[in-house]
């Protein structure tokens, strides 16, 4: 279901780690089914899209002409960043958006840059040369994963050539690898990953793809409706013999990796990703 409505609530969030800022939802939801989607968790069918997003330009607009955020910072060496795609897969939206005006608003800012991350590879959005002013972070994992916890998105290995088509197309690309999963064998999985990226990802390019890396939390509600949709691959996901209880940075009380492990998880993972791919700065890991 998708409603259209005015969205009421103009608050701008700090974030600090995929963007500088998140804006206000242009949409909010997902009409995809992703077993570890936290979009899920709050809002389980439908999308709601902003009827009013030139008041939520005017947010940005009014917002980073009065912004302290020293550059360079890892999220930009220029611009302030904003997410506008938190809480949606915008590029699955399109069309459901006035995603031109959108773009048009970041492409021709002096200060501000906006990205999004994305499952989906959308082909509509090479029509448009952002100037690089937009950044798409295409969503990686072992194919393995992907088959079985975001069922109807497209091949991992897709996604991978997709990055050097649209950085021919203007857009500036990252990886974002999330949610990193933790199993017996990941490593081995994600070796075989790393070397598709570095095999596929034109050398011309490589200096210029950062990526981001997130490790799995899930929550209790979202394990139990899983369960109850018999949704394929939870025992991935529910692993509470290496799961501690989280409270989010906004107040969600979720699961994650127990931090002891979890700190053991990044740095294996950070050694077998620059021995592989060294070239992909990883911008934060956590």
């Not at 611009?79 to 809480?87: A, E």
């Not at 079985?148 to 690898?177: M, Q, V, W």
Request: net charge positive.
């Amino acid at each position: 279901m998708i409603k259209f409505i005015n969205r009421k609530s103009m608050l701008i969030r700090y974030s600090g780690r995929s963007s500088d800022y998140i804006t206000p939802s242009f949409g909010y939801g997902c009409l995809l089914n992703c077993s570890y989607c936290y979009m899920k968790r709050h809002l389980s069918k439908g999308l709601s899209v902003s009827k009013n997003y030139n008041d939520i330009l005017t947010a940005i607009n009014n917002h980073a002409y009065f912004d302290t955020i020293e550059k360079p910072n890892q999220t930009d060496d220029k611009f302030i960043t904003y997410d506008f795609s938190c809480n949606e897969d915008f590029a699955l939206h399109l069309k459901y958006h006035n995603w031109k005006e959108i773009f048009d608003f970041f492409k021709n800012h002096d200060i501000v840059k906006g990205t999004i991350a994305t499952k989906i590879i959308p082909t509509e959005l090479l029509s448009y040369d952002p100037n690089k002013k937009i950044r798409i972070r295409f969503s990686l994992m072992p194919q393995v994963y992907s088959s079985l916890l975001e069922p109807n998105t497209p091949l991992i290995i897709n996604r991978i050539k997709a990055i050097n088509t649209f950085i021919e197309a203007g857009y500036e690309i990252h990886i974002n690898f999330s949610p990193v999963i933790v199993e017996d064998g990941w490593l081995e999985k994600y070796e075989e990953l790393f070397k598709l990226v570095n095999d596929n990802v034109k050398d011309d390019y490589k200096k210029e793809v950062k990526c981001e890396v997130i490790f799995l939390t899930h929550n209790k509600d979202k394990h139990l409706q899983n369960v109850k949709d018999n949704l394929k691959g939870e025992e991935l996901l529910w692993k509470p013999e290496i799961q501690e209880d989280k409270t989010s940075t906004y107040g969600g009380s979720n699961l994650r990796y127990k931090f002891q492990l979890k700190d053991k998880y990044i740095e294996e993972f950070k050694k077998l990703h620059n021995k592989i791919i060294p070239w992909n700065t990883i911008r934060y890991i956590f």
